[in-house]
């Protein structure tokens, strides 16, 4: 039967859904997309990093950066052992390390975000020093809605936390290795997105000024009110290490300007996406 007779009989026999039935299956799905990286999972059209971000300043050699290790990075294929060779730093590990300002002015070319497993994610970033680390490794920081299709599936912080594979939300109150909670994974095996650290995405609000809630659930939900002199809200998602109940899928919070970068532990920081 021709691929029209096939499209018309099911129109007749059963509406719109059985003619995308009727259709092949390299017709009913989107256009092929590209493999992302190693570092990173396809969720839709989106390459997002599998683990959160570590920040790394590469040095300059006769007044020019490592290119090579910078292509790795910008390719998803560095490892810990290329940085390390290539005499690369890892900042955020303190309050106030990072070689340029909270702004992010002076940040381009600098600074680094690499997705690798078992290492402490960088902290004590701003929103701009975030989104210009994504930016020098050919990322970005994701959407609040990408973020969200990507943290589906991950375990709730109210499901406790056992110290060792579950999420981090309050066990040992300070940022694990990424990828080191074997269960706190989404559905496309991307880790560590309800607590360790707080993640920033891409989205500005209104200061948010308030708590607010979720019903029937208890995570965080800081996202109400709105300030109208001041910065705006720069929004962290997913809880961190010390939210307990309230770190989830759903957490997420609108009080912090994109130009904060200090919090108590240092529990603020995030992932890029292509």
Known sequence: MSLASRVRRSVGTG????????????????????????????????????Y??????????????????????????????????????????????????????????RIFAVSLRGVTPSAYVSWFQAQQACANSGKRLPTNTEWQMAVAGTPDGSRGDDGATDCNTGSVFTAAPTGSRQRCHSGWGVYDMVGNVSEWVGDWVPLSTTCGSWPG???????????????????IRGGNYNDE??????????VNPPSFSYYSGGSVGFRCAR
């Open 15 to 50: 509406g719109f859904g059985a003619m995308l039935l009727a259709l092949p299956l390299s017709l009913r799905q989107p256009a092929d997309l590209s493999p992302c990286p190693p570092d990173a999972m396809r969720i839709a059209s989106v390459c997002m990093d599998r």
């Open 52 to 109: 959160e971000a570590s920040v790394w300043e590469i040095p300059t050699a006769g007044g020019r950066r490592n290119r090579m290790l910078i292509t790795k990075i910008q390719n998803g294929t560095a490892q810990l052992a290329d940085l390390i060779a290539g005499g690369a730093t890892q900042k955020g590990l303190a309050g106030g390390d990072y070689p340029c300002n909270a702004d992010g002015q002076n940040c381009v070319g």
């Open 217 to 235: 659930r208890d995570d965080a939900q800081c996202f109400a009110g709105a300030a109208t002199t001041g910065e705006p809200g720069a929004l």
């Open 245 to 254: 109940s309230n770190a989830g899928p759903l957490a997420i919070g609108g």
